[in-house]
């Protein structure tokens, strides 16, 4: 069986270069590898996206780019509750009075109450850095498909009602329109576009809050072990023990310190943990967005199912920019929560792979990959100019983070694949 199953399997993978012609080199090195050349990645969904000079596919002879479709997520936050910071820093605080805190402890406490100037009242809120992602991100989708930008062309962006989602697209519409102030941009964020910006139906809620828990939390019992952080700053193992929720201050310094990288502080406490014990820590975390948020095999879809209104409306969005024959583009914000399962209903590489078993997640899914702060998924679209007749098919290229990536079905020439058959194949879905 073991030898039919890696036949399978590596049928699968010759097929997979056959179709694309390459190899993602982000899939060719292990979510461990890359965090440990880069640690910051241990954050997962909190990973600060970072800068791009991506690779440009030239499109077939003849073809033009003339349509974006786009859905974002905010970009860097703070920590979503001024609370994740106060309650550490009570904790240090309270063993400061009590003469309980190591040299390291109190210098730990000294950088928070240096972080909280900037964090005080700001929790969930988008942060400079991630004004500065998005207005990024616009100018490069301008200046790498400048087609689709030019003359007067209609932008729709809509947004969540969430204010650092509405801040997110203000700062994308923003940049595009100080490149061409010609561009007729629509700004809307509402609670009538909440079914397909940020759906979550009611079946999954019951899923993501139910069962897989109880395997979760032995996962997490086997990879958690807070007692070496806590010796590091407590002098008094007893006090420790009577006066600290040990695995609350735990996870409440790893959160402030992999958000570090998203605020303008730059105050360190990545220190504070080894490198392979964030591997660890990331493994949880990275455990929970696959459950809650991608094709988790004891879903039975359910939660990949929540993008299904999200793919209509770009199916819909799509084909009438292209009923139009003008060149547009319609951008889309919201959160992780909705990125992810995207990813997995559009079925890009590296994000809807289906497992139970909570030991292979990592190896199969990188949550950092996905839904870094700002994450986005472009959708491309090319048309022949020169064809007067409308025989030759609507080609559209997908990139993930501005990558340019690959789904399951025979493109028309890596990455360009034919609208009608990208289509048929989610509908088919």
Known sequence: MKVFYQFCIMNKFL?????????????????????????????????AYPDRE??????????????????GRHGSRYLISDADYTRVA?????????NALTPLGVRVMNDLDSLMIETAKRGGDL????????????????????????GAPEVSARSTTVPRCILSMDAFCE??????????ATRESSGRYMDYLNYHSDESNTFTSGDWKIEYEKFVEERIHPQRLMKALFNNESYVRKNIKEKNLYWGLYWIAVDGQNVETKVDFMHLFPTEELYSIWECGNYNNYVCDADFALSNGLVVGNANNLLNNIIESADAAISSGENSATLRFGHDGNLMPLAARLHLEGCDASTA??????????????????GNIQMIFFRDEKDKTGKKPILVKFLLNEEETTIPIPPVSAPFYNWEDVKSFYQQK
Do not use: W
């Open 15 to 47: 097929l997979s270069l056959f179709l694309t012609g390459c190899v993602s080199v982000a899939t060719a090195v292990t979510p461990y590898e890359e965090i440990l050349a880069d640690p910051q990645k241990a954050g997962g969904v909190y990973f």
């Open 54 to 71: 991506s690779k440009i596919t030239n499109p077939p002879a003849g073809y033009k780019p003339f349509y974006a479709s786009h859905y």
């Open 90 to 98: 009570e904790t240090l605080h309270k063993g400061f009075q009590d």
């Open 127 to 150: 942060t400079p850095l991630g004004v500065r992602q998005h207005r990024g991100i616009a100018e490069r989708m301008f200046t790498n498909y400048p087609q689709i930008f030019k």
């Open 175 to 184: 940049r595009l329109k100080e490149l061409n102030p010609k561009i007729r």
């Open 357 to 374: 078993d909570p030991h292979s997640i990592s190896t199969l899914y990188a949550n950092f990959r996905v839904s870094p702060m700002a």
